[in-house]
């Protein structure tokens, strides 16, 4: 029992765990995106949902609609979730600058000119 419940401590399952509750809470946020992106679409086009178009026999529509859903969540995913982290991140990892050290052979010349001034 000891060993399983410092597998469940473990920081990868916490994180996972999170990460799946977090996702379940974020999805009414890109379902709400999606609904609004294809009521727009619909004023355009005249109807938000193209399941029903066809080529000939071939009902092309559910691959559209397919295909639009799927780039929406993936564009609220980058620009929500992605890129605001990726940010985060590269602000975190730039460490401020520090003034480069001297060279050994800027140190030694120092040396001798200070040096020269005593002497």
Known sequence: MKGFKEFLMQG????????????????????????????IIGLVFGQPNFDGVNIGPVNIGVLITAVINFLMVAAVVYFLIVKPLAALEARKAKPAEEPAAPTTDELLTQIRDLLAKQG
């Open 12 to 39: 990868n399952v916490v994180s996972l765990a999170v990460a799946v509750i977090i996702g379940t809470a974020f999805t009414g946020v890109v379902t709400a995106f999606t609904k609004l992106i294809m009521s």
